[in-house]
């Protein structure tokens, strides 16, 4: 098998302030890859380099195309980039205001991103958002409605329905079930555990919660101050951490 | 089916005036197919230790650890997690799931993952239930709130729904009362029975003689400090 992603000595600084530096990995379909450290470690830095919204310094990044097999992310021209991102990508925000159109019912947001990609026919875009909210468990009843009327868990799953839809075969997630309440962030992540295991998804999950990681990931990558001081697998890394930093990070003090 | 050579492990705690615990060294022993093998030694001799290693869930510091194969000492993640849905199962000693997952699922996953269908998966976590004796009702709740002699049996059901080729168990009747002690016995003989690797940490020295084979005793691999 041949992975799907290729990221290659990435490295981006703010001016003088290191955002990430020379973090390389390569991700397989279906793998779902943690990427863990406290705050600052460059976590988000690296999603966004690697997801194609932040330039890096230095380095590459590969994706295995349908059509023309693995290209250079970083020297695509810009609306290749765009397309991808509206189809074989996608990209759960933390904060789901940040992913969805608020003004735009629930039906609508994920219409639009098939619409995005050529869909006109309205009768199947309903059909298919509908059937889309139905798997994130939203009462389809509410197709109408706007996302600010829902709460902070069902504002995600939206999110969520709206990034599936066009069948990305690589997801980019920040902190997807911060700011949710227990309760809420396990259905969540019971259901992202089921798509990505239906839909053979490969995903790249920034977290701090390592509760997070053991429940989804196969692989983990522990970062400290921009780079990667550890990764393997996820069981592993939790249960035999082999660098200081990650030892800290896995022992109770610190775990939240 | 077990190579294992070499074998040392060491845990360098870094936080704990960085201490280094030296566990094993120079681990050798082979198991066949069709063999059953009970590892023994006193507590924190590192019996649980080797089965993790095994399983790949502890890193090796030296050695060679071959399973059908593969070599889960210096193996990719992906390799080790495809070997464990096919190869390699793992009975632990205490329950681990996922909130939410209806015991009946959580049985059947192991055989779906190895690639069984879905129906044919529920039917055999069925009878694995009941041959355990997990009353009916509960089947369809999480086991997180189940007892733990109940969860020990979901976690054998779990360890023993797909036909694995090898399979690590620690402590499996630990907790367990006659009638089901004797059902696991029964499980890891029919297992042996169709050509299964089997490791096992037994602390039930009757239920050692019964089911396996032979004794390695760990203490003989404890690392010099
Ligand atoms: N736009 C920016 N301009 C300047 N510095 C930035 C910018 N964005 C991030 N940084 C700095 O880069 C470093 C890495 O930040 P990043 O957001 O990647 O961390 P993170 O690991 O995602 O943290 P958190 O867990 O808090 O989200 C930090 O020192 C941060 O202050
Ligand atoms: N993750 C770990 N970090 C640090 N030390 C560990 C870890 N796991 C095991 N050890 C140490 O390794 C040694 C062997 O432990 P292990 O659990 O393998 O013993 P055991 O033979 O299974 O004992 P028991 O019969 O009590 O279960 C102990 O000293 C233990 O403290
Ligand atoms: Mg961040
Ligand atoms: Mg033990």
Redesign the interface.
Known sequence: MNPIFSVRDITKFYGNQKGCEGVSFDL?PG?VLGIVGESGSGKSTLLNVISGQLEPDQGDVLFDTRHAGMVSTTAMAEPERRMLARTDWAYVHQNPRDGLRMAVSAGGNIGERLMNIGARHYGDIRETASGWMGRVELDTGRIDDRPSTFSGGMQQRLQIARNLVTGPRLIFMDEPTGGLDLSVQ??L??LL?NLVRELGLAVIIVTHDLAVVR?LA??VMVMQRGQVVES?????VL??P???YS??LV?SILQV | MFEISGLSKEFHLHHQQAARIKVLEGVNFSVLAGECVALTGESGSGKSTVIRLLYGNYLANQGAIRIGGLNVADAEPREILEMRRITLGYVSQFLRVLPRVPTLSVVAEPMMNAGAGEAESLDKARTLLTRLRIPEQLWSLSPLTFSGGEQQRVNIARGFIHDYPALLLDEPTASLDAVNRATVLDLITEAKGRGAAIIGIFHDQAARDEVCDRSIDISQFAAMA
């Open positions: 397989y793998e396990a259905r992540l019971d555990r429940m196969h692989r393997g697998l996820a069981d592993q249960d035999d082999q660098h200081p030892q800290l022992s």
